[in-house]
């Protein structure tokens, strides 16, 4: 659930207005964003108007650039060793191609994830100095290499590192070090990611060979992994991702070309999220689930049979990828519903011996979406060791936590977002403990868990929403960490239309109307199972330009929603709260309340309306009065929103029962139960009203009679006073489980509202 953080009013300097072209939605969000002179917006829009900082601005440039031509004129041997994320890859290519051209015949070496982990090991850079080697350059790793690096100097291999990752209490053993972690912190190469430290090593040398517009054909690499490597897209970084942008949209690069053709990607309007979303998931299967040693030969080869054939590999590896990861978080997920107690804990731990190793920080990502807090997911091997991925929140820095528990570690490393660990299994209760225990403190200093905003930079009529718009728009592009994609909100619509689609129909395409009967489609990625807005809603989404089987368009995809609202109330000046959540014996507190006002509304829904039928009153019969009792915890942030507005209470009392309908097959008993009792007194009964007898949402009980139909139990009819359910054909669809699946996801969603409910500050609810 999003706390929206609405448009404010700026004004618009005319000198900023002027440099947008006149384009007074780009200027309003560059000043939004804090980018109001003129000089420095001309350089945010236009690459060309902006001056990076020389490669020598690095620390250590003019050493390393020495010791490599030495290398090259005295024909030794150098290799390059890489990681195997994509960030490391495209370092990795990126080094060899310009060696290539420097006339040198660089080998290199990407550690295989599952037998060698990251960085620089001992085992086989063995191998390397057994094959000979006299100088060693490392990319996107080896700045925390002290054994490996210690190893290679009593062997005489000369190393040079470029990494960016955190530096330690001190270098490791090294020639010179080429890391931005040496500049100082407004430097504005600070935040470039591996691949751009090795652009900058690449640039140094073909400048002082005298080709340093060769530079430019390595820029594709470079924006790459730049938004692989989600880096924050400021200064130099912008910069270059600009520019590589722009080298990916002339289809030079073979290997790129053969994962867009395979993936039926044009490169003529490449944008920033078909890096993130098409090359760098294919990209870094190879990583996750093989070697990826062969991703360096596809993106510096020049063989387009070879090209094709990798890039084919490539594809089957993605899908495995896809599979692996679907199968960790429906396996989290289980676990989740079975012992609903571990998502009490302010960081969520989870262990399986079956999962895949390479794919558990996917899916840890994904949980951090759903559940709003850090996860941790581990993978077990025979040797009794626990390997893994941590993925935090904004506000807890997670390498820090984790930092603390050292001593319970055999190894870890990260950034304040996300680290990589390992621990022998014994060892997991007590650092579970003590994780947890760094996490509360983290949060504690912050007050509790940061709420999730949602910043809204524009409001725009649906009318307003059409092709030059959105590419006005992409003028602030390319979008992500530093510059997220504009928030937009288009107030006072409703959908006319939707669909599921997908290869799983997973998503939804709606299409949204206003009152004067515009319309315009929407997507909704992962949408499909979701409760809907009833009736009119106010819209968050942001706005792309796309293309489609060759047509331009302006793409709308969905971020959040809420009622309408014409007048806001401002609740936490008019309600009193009395918070009971966390009562174990709450019938005696709900009687005394009785007692003292009669006419409190008691809002229980589910099995609840029988136990406590003198007193509960579901969602449609809720009547005006002093105070509100919500018994069961609500289906969603609407549907509590909505109650509110029936009762108008000046006061609130909370309690946190939760109904019996959470899973799929207690709530189709009860659903299949009201359907008889319909079918018997032969009567008509709303959405809303079966939602309130079931303690769920409308969506699912869309979605539960849709499975009940399919399996011929009953046969439904919407009408406009509501839904005629008849006896049903006793032959099935074939069509049930596809209803269970969406069913299965839309109680997912109202589960994890509830725990929301449960566990969040009292006034957070009605914000």
């Keep these: 659930m999003f706390q929206w953080i609405e448009p404010r009013e700026n004004s618009i300097p005319p000198a900023l207005l002027e440099v947008t072209g006149g384009q007074a939605l780009v200027a309003r969000i560059l000043a939004h964003r804090g980018i109001t002179d003129p000089q420095r917006a001309r350089a945010f829009l236009d690459p060309a108007f902006y001056q990076p900082a020389p490669p020598d601005d690095l620390p250590g440039m003019e050493i390393a650039c020495q010791r490599i031509f030495q290398a090259i004129q005295r024909g030794e041997r150098i290799w390059i060793w890489g990681d195997f994320d994509v960030d490391g890859q495209t370092a990795t290519a990126l080094l060899v191609q310009t060696l290539r051209w420097l006339g040198a015949e660089p080998r290199y070496h990407v550690p295989v994830r599952e037998s060698e982990g990251h960085g620089v090991n001992l085992p086989y850079l063995e191998k390397i100095l057994e094959q000979g080697a006299d100088l060693m350059i490392t990319c996107d790793t080896g700045i925390t290499a002290f054994e490996a690096l210690e190893y290679a100097r009593e062997r005489g291999l000369d190393v040079i590192v470029t990494d960016h990752h955190l530096l330690g209490e001190r270098l490791p053993p090294a020639l010179t070090h080429l890391t931005p972690r040496l500049l100082p912190e407004n430097h504005p190469m600070c935040g470039l990611p591996g691949v751009g430290v090795a652009y900058q090593l690449a640039l140094a040398l073909l400048t002082r060979a005298g080709q340093p517009e060769q530079a430019q054909e390595l ?56 890096l993130g979303f098409v090359l760098a998931p294919r990209l870094n299967a190879l990583g996750r689930l093989s070697d990826a040693n062969p991703a360096v030969e596809l993106l510096t080869t020049s063989d387009e049979i ?117 621990l022998m299994a014994e060892q997991l209760p007590a650092f579970r403990t003590c994780l947890a225990h760094q996490v509360q403190a983290q949060l504690d200093a912050r007050d509790g868990l940061p709420e999730r905003t949602l910043q809204l930079e524009v409001i725009l009529r649906l009318e307003e929403i059409d092709l030059s718009v959105a590419e006005a728009l992409e003028r602030l592009a390319p979008f992500g960490p530093g510059n997220p994609t504009p928030g937009l909100m288009v107030p006072d619509v409703r959908i006319s239309h939707v669909v599921t689609i997908g290869r799983n129909e997973d998503h939804l395409r ?75 014996n709450p019938l005696p507190l709900l009687e005394r309340i009785m007692m003292e006002d009669p006419y409190a509304q008691v809002w229980g829904e589910g099995e609840a309306l029988e136990r406590l039928s003198q007193y509960a009153r579901d969602r449609t019969v809720l009547q005006p009065a002093e105070t509100l009792v919500v018994w069961t915890v609500p289906p969603s942030n609407s549907v509590l929103r909505k109650a509110l507005e029936q009762v108008k209470p000046k006061q609130v009392v909370l309690f946190g029962v939760n109904p019996q309908t959470a899973e799929v ?85 109202t589960a994890a509202y509830r725990r929301f409910y449960l566990s969040a500050a009292r006034m957070s609810l009605f914000s």
Excluded at 708 to 729: M, N, P
């Design 306 to 422: 070879r090209a094709r054939v990798l890039a084919e590999e490539l594809e089957i590896l993605n899908a495995r990828r896809q599979f692996l990861t679907a199968q960790v978080l429906a396996a989290a997920e289980d676990r989740l519903r079975a012992d609903s107690s571990l998502l009490r804990a302010p960081v969520l731990i989870l262990e399986n011996p079956q999962w895949a190793p390479g794919v558990v920080g996917i899916a840890a990502s994904q949980l951090v979406q759903r559940y709003h807090r850090p996860v941790i997911l581990l993978s077990g091997s025979s040797s009794g060791i626990l390997r893994g991925s941590a993925r935090s929140i904004e506000g807890v820095d997670i390498t820090a936590a984790i930092t603390a528990c050292k001593d319970l570690l055999i190894g870890f490393g990260g950034h304040p977002m996300a680290a990589g660990l390992g």
């Design 510 to 584: 709606m299409t949204i109307e206003d009152r004067a009967g515009n319309e315009r489609e929407v997507l909704w990625w992962g949408g499909a199972g979701a409760e809907l807005p009833d009736g009119w809603f106010d819209l968050a989404c942001t706005l792309r330009a796309s293309t489609y089987q060759g047509t331009r368009g302006g793409q709308i995809e969905w971020l959040d929603w809420r009622p309408h609202q014409t007048e806001q109330i401002d609740l936490y000046g008019m309600l009193e709260v009395v918070d009971h959540r966390a009562e174990a």
């Design 665 to 749: 097959e207690p709530f189709l008993q009860r659903l299949a139960g009201l359907a008889k009792f319909i079918i018997r007194q032969n009567r008509t009964v709303t959405l809303e009203k079966l939602a309130g007898l079931t303690a769920q949402s409308e969506a699912a009980v869309r979605l539960g009679l849709g499975y009940l139909e399919a399996c011929g139990f009953v046969r439904v009819r919407f009408t406009d006073t509501g839904v005629a359910i008849s006896e049903g054909t006793r032959q099935p669809t074939g069509e049930a489980p596809t209803y269970q699946k969406q069913l299965q996801t839309a109680l997912e969603e």
């Design 219 to 274: 820029l594709d690499l470079t924006a790459l992994g730049i938004v692989a490597d989600v880096a924050l897209q400021v200064g130099d970084t912008r910069y270059l991702l600009q520019h590589g942008l722009q080298e990916l949209r002339r289809g030079r690069r073979l290997g790129v070309r053969a994962i867009l053709e395979r993936a039926e990607v044009s490169p003529l309007w490449l944008n920033e999220e078909h």
